[in-house]
T-cell receptor
Framework: DAKTTQPNSMESNEEEPVHLPCNHS???????IHWYRQLPSQGPEYVIH???SNVNNRMASLAIAEDRKSSTLILHRATLRDAAVYYC??????????FGQGTRLTINP | GAVVSQHPSWVICKSGTSVKIECRSL??????MFWYRQFPKQSLMLMAT?????????EQGVEKDKFLINHASLTLSTLTVTSAHPEDSSFYIC??????????????FGPGTRLTVL
């Protein structure tokens, strides 16, 4: 199984950038790096995904290391609504997303 | 776009009864749907993968006769918890993967169904 390692928790302040790290040293050449987040009592929400190049969308940016063994999800300006558990997931095989423990992000007002 | 709904959002039932949970992709066709279960303060655990028109593939340790999955159309999958017991109380979440175009590489999740078995 391709696995990821994330810090259990992180804390940041409102309106500041947040960098959420993820290590995936055993990533294979065809694994995509996916990020999802889960707000309390809700289903996960897709954030972003990428393969080799850095990616940007309206929610976040994804910075992928050149060797692809790590990546960083960047929230450019955190709000209280960004408080959630963030999951970094390598797409396993053709279809399955397997969730780890994720990083619980707390945003201080 | 890419909205997945679940019904009901919460359900309470008596031990021994069966409960059906529906998962619908509202604005795209989903060839593949997934069912997850999440206990308090834990991560999501994949239960099964279902493809439209074929039998579901269950993860190791998940009882297929207890958790019946039907994926009858490209927009609807159902999970039936048969003879529910208190230990089946959990948050059940479905997700759907599109069949073509921009939806194909991403799974979109429903809001979840909280099941409480008394």
């Amino acid at each position: 199984d391709a696995k990821t390692t994330q810090p259990n928790s992180m804390e940041s302040n409102e309106e500041e950038p947040v960098h959420l790290p993820c290590n995936h040293s055993t990533i294979s050449g065809t694994d995509y790096i996916h990020w999802y987040r889960q707000l309390p009592s809700q289903g996960p929400e897709y954030v972003i995904h990428g393969l080799t190049s850095n990616v940007n969308n309206r929610m976040a940016s994804l910075a992928i290391a050149e060797d692809r063994k790590s990546s960083t999800l960047i929230l450019h300006r955190a709000t209280l609504r960004d408080a959630a558990v963030y999951y970094c997931i390598l797409k396993e095989g053709a279809q399955k997303l397997v969730f780890g423990q994720g990083t619980r992000l707390t945003i201080n007002p | 776009g890419a909205v997945v709904s679940q019904h009901p959002s919460w359900v309470i039932c008596k031990s021994g009864t069966s409960v059906k949970i529906e998962c619908r992709s509202l604005d795209f066709q989903a060839t593949t749907m997934f069912w997850y279960r999440q206990f308090p303060k834990q991560s999501l655990m994949l239960m099964a993968t279902s493809n439209e028109g074929s039998k579901a593939t269950y993860e190791q340790g998940v009882e297929k006769d207890k958790f019946l999955i039907n994926h009858a159309s490209l927009t609807l999958s159902t999970l039936t918890v048969t003879s529910a017991h208190p230990e089946d109380s959990s948050f059940y979440i479905c997700s759907a993967r599109g069949s073509s175009g921009g939806w194909a590489d991403t799974q979109y999740f429903g809001p979840g169904t909280r099941l409480t078995v008394l």
